[in-house]
């Protein structure tokens, strides 16, 4: 999936889906919000790319695709890192995890910050490759950036008080690095599959994490 505007538009339905059934499971959980809105944004987010690769292929106008373009790197580089261990943050049940999350957040905003300035100056370009998207946005020897990325998203996910978003962040790292050995230029587009992976388990987390038995799902 994701391979192509077809699969962009199908996955980006099925996460969207997903999103939709994780708010039904909010159940008045004020603190789950952000995450249940995690879905709806990925899904989104897919949604937005086939507008991108229907441009590219011509068969949209090119200043649509310039937006979709820059609507898909704001949300990859600027919504997610800063998200991500906000809304860990907000699902935190203890004083002593928050304590522990809040860097992380921070460091979120200080990544995004970054990365939005660097898209601002420019110049920012995308272009058909190989089964993928490659995504530019002028970043020279962006390593270090892309691996505080990695640290602001997955870090919060693998120090959390819940167990299973313990779990599913050791997945991600699992993922991320997968990704990242395959491509480079694709990683950004490959998000589709973090988005399916991510989706899935924030729908079962809001189906059995239930407000009554959040304490025992956090560990001590």
């Known amino acids: 999936m994701c391979f192509s505007p077809q699969g962009d538009l199908a996955g980006g339905a099925v996460v969207t889906a997903i999103g939709v ?44 695709g310039r937006v979709a373009m820059w609507i898909y790197l704001v949300i990859a580089l600027v919504v997610v890192p800063i998200l991500v261990p906000l809304a860990i943050l907000r699902l935190e049940l203890t004083r002593r995890h928050r304590w522990v999350i809040a860097p992380f957040v921070a460091l979120g905003v200080g990544v995004a910050t970054v990365l939005l ?27 270090l950036i892309i691996g505080l990325y990695v640290l602001a998203t997955c870090g919060s996910l693998l120090l959390s008080g819940y167990r299973d978003v313990v779990i599913f962040g050791v997945a991600n790292v699992v993922a991320v690095v997968i990704l990242a050995r395959l491509t480079a230029d694709g990683f950004a587009s490959l998000w589709c599959f973090y988005a399916a992976l991510a989706s899935g388990a924030i729908s079962l987390h809001m189906r059995f994490a239930k407000p009554h038995r959040a304490r025992p799902y956090v560990l001590t």
């Open 117 to 143: 300035v660097q898209m601002v100056r420019g110049p920012v370009s995308v272009k058909m490759g190989h089964l993928h998207l490659a995504y530019s946005i002028g970043l020279h020897d962006g390593t």
């Open 21 to 64: 059934d994780a708010y039904r499971h909010l159940r008045g959980r004020n603190n789950h919000l952000l995450l249940a809105a995690l879905p709806l944004v990925l899904g989104a987010h897919q949604l937005d790319e086939s507008i991108v690769w229907f441009s590219l292929q011509g068969h949209l106008p090119h200043t649509l």
